[in-house]
Structure formats: structure tokens, C-alpha cells
């Protein structure tokens, strides 16, 4: 023995180390023979989908024993045991590529089948439902034959079934769901504000089409500003003949909008309903803000409707005094008091404590935009500005009813802007500061030069927010996407399309969040829609080649906060399309004194 200690260590070492390897492929036998499938309910379909739980555990397991395995094939004490090893390996490697599949698969079965079980896009797509019907069987043959034998190896390795179903049903859902996006790009075409929400909810929405009451809820998703709710005629369950806003504000249809036909052509009918009150109600308030007494003009109309209106008395009291301020001594300083009382009278008005929360909401929003227009009466005074063409005055926000043109025209400078009719709701104002006079006269000088606005700054100093008030005071529904890395053309293409379409504001926050190859992209898209404006284009032909018709009160915000980290810098193309507003701390004394007067 002595002689041959070598030889003999080695084979005794050989053998130690075999035996480690024979034990650990049995511990792998035995585990995998007890490892069982388990499964979840699945509304009334019964145990038919893998539990997430438990495959996270079977996955965690499998890529584990796979690592064990291929340090073993590697080791040359494996040898006896290779073909054990080899089979472990190409067994648990089938495993892994079939979970890996039926969990995409099962997912896009539970996607199908909770749109293909509601009737209206059964209807509408006919072929596609009778595809996902033959899915849904094989799916459930190979649920079948999974609950039937239970075990993991056995159901995933060497079963014929799986491995020949799983690809084809992959293949058919796939096709089913290229159907289902032509479908929803086809619906969102006829109703450009469905642009504007997610997949799910948009076939959600178009499964409840029949069912106008019951869409009610989505009104919030994206599809309207501040119209929660309607309410139908008791005889005539098709007739919407009231709108809320989500403070439960009241405005009655001008003419009652008939909730009939696809989805898609009344949700339009019921935009236009919308915004022809609106108009109506702003044209009625035009006269009656002469003839009504102040408290029975603001709580006697919508919140927006009583603010325009004390905003065409101011507008119109002041051009009329700077007209004939050069003949007439003390015009201004007439014009100065009725302004003041009027202040003095809407504040007495906030004392009384019978006021209804909206009530109340609504007089302080005209306070806070009155005190503005009074501030600018003193100021006009104070400069002795005695011409209606002066810039001091022109610099303002103007409005006036066009009898000629029948609508409202906000000017700013030299830009006038039509009025939009979105239904506002009762919305609280920001104060306006100096800082906001600028921004506003930036981004309406952008909008007249057929160009983008883009409020840069730090964090908290309402870039956001005073593109949104922009908005509001033109009547507009200004529609806020939170930018991230995760965006690609595509759905940047969409965004842009639908706001080219229905004619809205869209304020991109934190832009520079977006990857730079999309941005460059995003350059082109913005490019084509501003072109389109500029050249007073009813259609355009849009990046991805389709025809799009054009609403040109379109506008494009974008937001940036300077310098972080992962923030890019905006290349030269993108940068040129929009005009820069550096936003900075604004001034709290002035927002302190108006929100306690």
C-alpha cells in the first residue's frame, strides 16, 4: 500500500468527491419529483392560471439546480454520471423555456378574454372574437392536461401537447392583439381625446358602449377637464340633459345631446354639446354683466362663465376710458373707482357665511383675478397711460366678445387667441404676479409665432402650474403627460396626434427625461404639426404617414428642471421649436396679500 500511497489517495479522493456528486443528483431527483404546479381561481373560469407566487418560487429553484448542474458537467468527477447530468440539464432547460412562455401566454389570455367577454367588441369584431374562442379551448386543454397530472417535470418535459400548443397559441393572440391596436387606432382616429388613455381602459370604454350610464366613470381618464358626470332624461334614458364638474356644479345643456350610436360618435356629440353651453352661456353673460347686479351675475352663472364676464366689464371699461382719456381729464380715475367698488363689493360678498362651498369658491376666484385687473388700472394711472395702443395696456390679458365672429378673443400684445369652451368645473386661479405677466406674454408670443412653450426652472416655481392657468384663462382643456425614459416615438406619436386632432393643450413635464434618440424623433413629430399650423392646413400627412386632420388651437408645453442627473440636454432641432420662459421663485408677498383680501 505504502508503495502505491499516491495511486491510492487519488482513487480514494475520486471516489469522495463521485459520491458528493450521486448525492447531490439524487437531492435533485427528489426535489423536483415533489415540486407541483399550483393554481389560482380566475372569476368564474375555476383554477385555470398559474399562481404568481409560486412560479416566482419555481423559477428561483430553477435557475439555481441549472447553475448546480452546470458547475457539475464541467467537473471532471462527473464522468459516470454524465448522461445523468446531460439529461437534468436539457429536462429542467425545457422546463424553463415552457413556464416561460404559458406566463405570456396566460397573461395575453387574461388581456383577450376580459375584452372578448364583453358583447360590444364581440360584435364589432367579429373574426377576432371567433379566433380568441378557438385560443380560449386550447388554452383550456392545456390547463387540463396540466391539472391532471400536477407535477412540474412531467407536465412541462416531453409532453407534445405543450410544446406544440404554446408557440401556436403565442402566434394566434399575437394576432389577435395586432387586430385589437388597428381597432383602437381606428376608434381613436374618430375620437381624438381617446388618444389620451391607456390601452385597458380605452377597450374597457368601448366594452360599456351600449351602456352610456355606465362610462360615466371615465369621463376623468383623460377624456374630458372637469365633466364628471351627466344626467338622463327620466323618459328618454338616451338624453343627457345636465353636466357636473367633479365640485358638483350643475350646468343644464343648452339642447339635450343624444347618447346613441358607437361610443365614440356620441362622446363627440356630447364635446360639442358641451362647449355650444358654454358658448351660449358666455354670450348671454356679455349682456347680462351690464344689466345684473354683481352678487346676482356671479352666483346666477357657471364659475367660468361669471369670471369672463367680470373680465369682459374690466377689459371693456378701460379701453373705453383710454380711448377718451385725452379729452375727457378724469376718465382713469372714474374707470379706477367703478374697478375698486366693484373689488369692495365682490369682498363684502365673502362675508356673508350662507354661501354654498361652490359659491364661495367661485367669488374667491374672481377676487384673486379682480385684484390683478385692479392693480393694473392703478398701475395705467400711475404711468399716465392715455392711449388705448399704449404697450403698458396692450401687455395685458384682453377680453372681448367678437359679435362678428360670434366667439371670444383673448388678446395678449399682439396675439389673439380664440376662446376654447372646454367646461372648466369651479377652479381655484393662481395669483397672478408679475413673474406670471411675463410668462403669459412669453408663451402667447411662442403660440403667435407658431411655436412651443418651454417654462424651465427649478422645482416649485409653477412652470406647470402657470402653463396650466394659461389654459384656463383661454378655455382650454390642457391635458399633463409625466415624461419618463421609458416613452418611445410611437406612443410620443400618438400623444401628439391626438392633441393635433382635437385641438388641445399638451404640457410635457420633466421633457428632458426622455432618451435623446426619442427626442430627436419627438423634434420631427412636433416639426410636421407646427408646419401644418403655420401653413393653415386642414390635413397634414403626419410622420408615420397617415392623414390627420388639424385643430389649429393646438399648443405644446414642455417643462424642465435644469441639471440633474439623468436629465438631457435638449438637442438643436427640438430646441428651436420651442421658445424658452426661465421661471424663478415667485413673489409670495403679493400672493399673501391677494389670498387674505
Not at 350643475?250 to 343624444?258: H, T, Y
Not at 358641451?274 to 357657471?302: C, W
Not at 392703478?378 to 390679458?397: G, N, R
Amino acid at each position: 500500500l505504502l508503495a502505491n500511497l499516491e495511486e491510492v489517495e487519488e482513487t480514494a479522493g475520486a471516489a469522495v468527491k463521485e459520491e458528493q456528486i450521486e448525492v447531490k443528483l439524487a437531492q435533485i431527483g427528489e426535489e423536483w419529483q415533489d415540486l407541483q404546479l399550483s393554481f389560482a381561481e380566475y372569476k368564474t373560469r375555476g383554477p385555470v392560471i398559474l399562481k404568481a407566487s409560486d412560479i416566482g418560487e419555481i423559477t428561483e429553484k430553477l435557475e439555481d439546480t441549472q447553475m448546480t448542474l452546470s458547475s457539475m458537467s464541467t467537473n471532471r468527477y462527473s464522468m459516470p454520471f454524465r448522461e445523468e447530468v446531460n439529461t437534468w440539464i436539457s429536462k429542467l432547460s425545457t422546463v424553463s423555456e415552457i413556464i416561460e412562455q404559458w406566463i405570456i401566454v396566460q397573461n395575453m389570455w387574461m388581456y383577450m378574454e376580459a375584452v372578448f367577454s364583453g358583447g360590444d367588441i364581440v360584435k364589432q369584431l367579429p373574426q377576432e372574437a371567433k379566433r380568441f374562442s378557438n385560443i380560449d379551448k386550447n388554452y383550456m386543454k392545456i390547463v387540463q392536461n396540466a391539472l391532471e397530472v400536477m407535477n412540474v417535470v412531467q407536465t412541462c418535459y416531453g409532453n407534445e401537447l405543450m410544446k406544440s400548443l404554446l408557440p401556436h397559441l403565442l402566434e394566434q393572440l399575437e394576432l389577435c392583439q395586432k387586430s385589437l391596436s388597428a381597432y383602437l387606432e381606428q376608434k381613436r382616429a374618430e375620437f381624438p381625446r381617446f388618444y389620451f388613455v391607456s390601452d385597458p381602459t380605452l377597450l374597457e370604454i368601448l366594452s360599456l358602449g351600449s351602456n352610456p350610464q355606465a362610462v360615466q366613470p371615465h369621463f376623468q381618464s383623460g377624456l374630458f377637464d372637469s365633466l364628471t358626470a351627466v344626467t338622463f332624461d327620466k323618459n328618454d334614458k338616451s338624453l343627457m340633459t345636465e353636466m357636473f364638474s367633479p365640485q358638483n356644479e350643475k350646468v343644464v345643456f343648452e339642447a339635450p345631446v343624444k347618447a346613441a350610436g358607437n361610443i365614440e360618435v356620441w362622446l363627440q356629440s356630447l364635446v360639442d354639446g358641451m362647449q355650444d353651453t358654454v358658448k351660449a352661456n358666455i354670450k348671454r353673460a356679455y349682456t347680462e354683466v351690464n344689466e345684473q347686479s354683481l352678487e346676482d351675475f356671479i352666483f346666477g352663472h357657471p364659475a367660468q362663465v361669471s369670471l369672463l364676464g367680470i373680465q369682459f366689464l374690466w377689459t371693456a371699461d378701460n379701453q373705453t376710458a383710454l380711448a377718451s382719456s385725452k379729452t375727457e381729464k378724469n376718465v382713469m380715475t372714474k374707470c379706477m373707482k367703478k374697478t375698486d367698488q366693484i373689488l369692495k363689493d365682490m369682498v363684502n360678498l365673502t362675508i356673508r357665511t350662507d354661501l354654498s362651498k361652490i359659491q364661495r369658491k367661485n367669488l374667491e376666484t374672481c377676487v384673486t383675478v379682480h385684484m390683478h385687473q385692479r392693480d393694473t388700472t392703478e398701475e395705467l394711472i400711475k404711468k399716465k397711460v392715455k392711449d388705448p395702443t399704449d404697450f403698458e395696456w396692450l401687455k395685458q390679458a384682453r377680453f372681448y366678445w367678437k359679435e362678428d365672429q360670434n366667439t371670444v378673443i383673448i388678446s395678449v400684445c399682439d396675439v389673439d387667441l380664440e376662446y376654447s369652451y372646454e367646461y372648466l368645473g369651479v377652479k381655484e386661479r393662481l395669483v397672478i404676479t408679475p413673474l406670471t405677466d411675463i410668462c403669459y406674454v412669453t408663451l402667447t408670443q411662442a403660440l403667435g409665432m407658431y411655436l412651443g412653450g418651454a417654462p424651465a426652472g427649478p422645482a416649485g416655481t409653477g412652470k406647470t402650474e402657470t402653463t396650466k392657468d394659461l389654459g384656463n384663462t383661454l378655455g382650454k382643456f390642457v391635458v399633463v403627460f409625466n415624461c419618463s425614459d421609458q416613452m418611445n416615438y410611437k406612443g410620443m406619436g400618438k400623444i401628439y396626434r391626438g392633441l393635433a386632432q382635437s385641438g388641445l393643450w399638451g404640457c410635457f413635464d420633466e421633457f428632458n427625461r426622455i432618451n435623446l434618440d426619442v427626442l430627436s424623433v419627438c423634434a420631427q413629430q412636433v416639426f410636421c404639426v407646427l408646419s401644418a399650423i403655420r401653413e393653415n392646413k386642414k390635413q397634414f400627412v403626419f410622420t408615420d404617414g397617415s392623414l390627420v386632420s388639424l385643430d389649429p388651437r393646438v399648443g405644446f408645453f414642455i417643462t424642465m428642471n435644469p441639471g440633474y442627473a439623468g436629465r438631457q440636454e435638449l438637442p438643436e432641432n427640438l430646441k428651436s421649436l420651442f421658445r424658452g420662459v426661465t421661471m424663478m421663485v415667485p413673489n409670495r408677498q403679493i400672493i399673501m396679500k391677494v389670498k387674505l383680501a
